[in-house]
């Protein structure tokens, strides 16, 4: 019985090669199709987290996968980013905050709804002088 013709070198190259290749390219697109499973395989609620430096008073508007600052009195917000968690979705939720930083007040003014595009409002109002730190935890 004759034993079963070897590939060539050149031959069993490409297919470890090819193997290597599939293999990067399944584990560098499950980070970014499993960034939103967490949340829900968990049960944990939806959120964004936004930080910035506040004087005076904002409004920030969040729709979907953006938050917008608007500037009421005072001066502009710096150093302002936000992370989401999931989108804001495109019904309407109970939209709730929590201040985990700043030293005003930080209230909801606006339920996502279909009269204002599923926007949520959240208002930070900073009194006292100066800027001052804020971070809040948007839910729904």
Known sequence: MRNPPRQSNARARHASVTTTILAAVTVALLPVSSCLLPAAAVGEPARVTWRGDVDGEIELLIREREVKVHKVS???????????????????????????????????????????????????????????????????
């Open 74 to 140: 005072g001066k502009s917000v710096e150093h302002a980013q936000y992370l989401f968690r999931s989108p804001l979705p495109k019904k309407a939720v109970a939209v709730r905050v929590d201040k985990r930083q700043g030293r005003g007040k930080v209230t909801i003014f606006q339920q996502p709804a279909a009269s204002n595009k599923y926007t949520a409002g959240v208002r930070i109002t900073d009194g006292a002088g100066g800027r001052a730190p804020y971070r809040v935890v948007i839910r729904w």
